[in-house]
């Protein structure tokens, strides 16, 4: 007789609505406490067949955490929701880094991310800040279209280019073609988000 063995992948994206993403994270709050702490907002990501649920953690609770606690209340759970399916909807498509400029808008002003990025992200969230700071070779305080190219030619990227435009698109709040300090953190996440777990091996090539 042939023998079946419980697949270990991850499953092919499924387009849940917002009323079925809201169930998951419910689901998820083991302790009945109505507030998600990271590792169950973890869980639900990781339920929802995130890639990195860690990741997913860490932006969702960037998104909707609005007084800072480290958790998610249920009036700031409609934000999680709206992050979750923003995510959701943009897996089923091959560029899906897209999703946290076209996909949703909290208005929202991020905490230090000294104080947000992960354990388990920081060292590579650090690696990325100090290379694209390095390619600040005027130092002018600001990164133009060459040097953030330069910084994911460093990364080994095959195209650099496509990736400069689109961490363009992601970071460049003011539109004039530069990435400052302030808009820095969201060029870092973005090429974090392409690189993730990769990012020593990348520098050393």
């Given at each position: 007789m042939p023998h079946y063995y419980p697949s270990t992948t991850k499953v092919a994206p499924i387009n849940y609505d917002a009323e079925q993403i809201r169930k998951f994270f419910l689901d998820c709050d083991t302790d009945g406490n109505k507030v998600l702490s990271r590792e169950e907002i973890k869980h639900a990501f990781d339920r929802l067949g995130a890639h990195f649920p860690t990741y997913r953690a860490w932006r969702a609770l960037q998104h909707a955490d609005f007084n800072n606690d480290g958790c998610i209340s249920m009036e700031e759970l409609n934000d999680l929701v709206g992050y979750a399916l923003a995510f959701r909807i943009s897996n089923l498509f091959p560029f899906y880094l897209l999703q946290e400029k076209w996909f949703y808008s909290s208005g929202k002003k991020l905490a230090s991310n000294e104080k947000k990025v992960p354990d388990s992200l920081k060292v590579?969230?650090?690696?990325?800040?100090?290379?694209?700071?390095?390619?600040?070779?005027?130092?002018?305080?600001?990164?133009?279209?060459?040097?953030?190219?330069?910084?994911?030619?460093?990364?080994?990227?095959?195209?650099?280019?496509?990736?400069?435009?689109?961490?363009?698109?992601?970071?460049?709040?003011?539109?004039?073609?530069?990435i400052n300090e302030a808009e820095l953190d969201k060029l870092v996440t973005y090429a974090l988000e392409c690189y993730q777990g990769d990012v020593k091996l990348r520098l050393l090539i």
């Open positions: 590579d969230y650090d690696e990325i800040m100090s290379l694209f700071k390095r390619c600040d070779v005027n130092n002018d305080g600001k990164l133009s279209w060459e040097e953030v190219k330069a910084g994911f030619r460093r990364l080994q990227s095959r195209f650099p280019a496509y990736r400069t435009q689109r961490a363009f698109q992601m970071a460049d709040k003011k539109g004039d073609g530069y």
